[in-house]
DNA sequence: GCCTTGACGGCAA
DNA sequence: GTTGCCGCCAAGG
């Protein structure tokens, strides 16, 4: 089996541990992965990820927040009507506001620990 | 078998 | 502070 298919496994597995109301980029996916130069990588495999997988790639963006995939979705609009959804506030110019939704992979642990942290600030300032 | 493109990121000028 | 360029790995033409 192909390294790349393991890293393809790994990004899925991050994916779908992404909370909803939380967004998270392919740079930090490809550092939680071991490879900070994977973020292109990150992008390759979830170009080719399978419906069935459930994965939520519609919450991951590029580093400044910009819906890159968007038109993988047939249309950009269609992501953002799905964050926001969820409650992640998307500009007209299709960015999400990293500072009030960007989710790390590292916080999963810390998730883990209070298991009471309040997901969606509302006093988000844009 | 070689060249170009691609859901990105970091560094340099 | 901003803009531009290069680099990485893989797949398709």
Redesign the pocket.
Known sequence: M???IE?ASKVYAVVALIPAGRVT????I??HVG??????????A????PRDRDLP??R?V???G?L??????GHPEV?AGLLRAEGVAVSDEFTVNLAAHLWDPADELFEGEEAGVPPLPDGAVP
């Open positions: 192909p390294a790349s890293f980029t392919y740079g930090r490809a550092a490879d900070r130069r994977g973020a292109r990588m990150v992008g390759w979830l170009m080719d990820v790639c519609h991951v590029n580093r400044v910009l890159s995939g968007g038109w993988h979705f992501m």
